[in-house]
Structures are given as structure tokens and as C-alpha cells.
């Protein structure tokens, strides 16, 4: 009997170059870099964020994304966990993230999930063609004092 084959393992420029990707996504949104953010996305993206929202466009989902973080306090994304895959059509990743969200009132909503990515490669580096957040956990912290 042979061996099932397993996912392609991508050689460690593209783990790098992937990693690098997904940790400017969540500097995009700290830093409110918004071109920063986009350039993070195809064009045509599918962003699924369940009931958060659902994006057909890296236009539409930076709108959004700015729209709801500009009035808000510091936020900090943190990226972790990353596991990346080849594919036929590029890659594939998953990371843990945990959002700390700071409101206008000092509370914070600290949101646990992960995102499961379909990445291409441009001629510009890596982009997220399609990505679904999968939300595990949301808590409201009070008012700092």
C-alpha cells in the first residue's frame, strides 16, 4: 500500500512572505494604514467575516473596515498559530487571531477566532483572494479605570 499523499508544503520564502502578509493585514487596522490594509487583498476578494459582514471587494471591505475603526480607540491584532499549505492555485493559511478592541467609553471587546485564507501570488507578493472569519469567542471588558 502507498502512502496518501498530504498537503505541498510550501518552502520557507513562502511561509515567510505569507506570515509577513498576515501581519500587515493586522497592522493595517492598528496603525489605521488603510492602503496599507488593502494592499493586503485581490481586488476581487471574498471576505467573509460571518456576522460581522460579507465583502466582494478589497474597495468594499477597506471602506468598511475604516468606517468602523477610525472612531474607535487603539486596537491591537494579534496573529498567531500560522499553518500554510500549497495548493493548485497558490496557498492556503490559517491563523489565530485575538482583536482587542478599545471603545469610545475605555471598555474593550477582545474578539478570538481565525482566519482561513486562499492566497495568490501577484507580481507584487502574496494577496488574500479569499478569506472566512470564524469567531470562537467575544468578551466585553469594562471601563478601564
Not at 42 to 48: F, G, I, S, V, Y
Not at 125 to 137: E, L, N, P, Y
Request: proline fraction near 6%; hydrophobic fraction near 35%; charged fraction near 25%.
Amino acid at each position: 500500500m502507498g502512502a496518501v499523499p498530504g498537503p505541498a508544503v510550501p518552502d520557507n520564502d513562502v511561509r515567510d512572505e505569507v506570515t509577513d502578509l498576515l501581519v500587515r493585514y493586522a497592522t493595517g487596522i492598528d496603525s489605521r494604514n488603510w492602503s496599507l490594509l488593502r494592499s493586503c487583498f485581490t481586488e476581487d476578494c471574498d471576505a467573509d467575516y460571518g456576522d460581522i459582514g460579507h465583502w466582494q471587494s478589497a474597495d468594499e471591505l477597506t471602506a468598511w473596515m475604516s468606517q468602523t475603526h477610525d472612531p474607535l480607540g487603539p486596537t491591537l491584532h494579534r496573529i498567531t498559530n500560522i499553518t500554510v499549505e500549497g495548493t493548485s492555485q497558490g496557498a492556503r493559511a490559517r491563523c489565530y487571531v485575538h482583536g482587542i478592541i478599545t471603545l469610545p467609553d475605555r471598555s474593550a471587546v477582545h474578539a478570538f477566532g481565525y482566519y482561513d485564507d486562499e492566497l495568490v501570488l501577484r507580481p507584487e507578493g502574496w494577496k488574500i483572494a479569499a478569506r472566512r472569519f470564524t469567531s470562537v469567542s467575544t468578551e466585553l471588558h469594562p471601563p478601564m479605570s
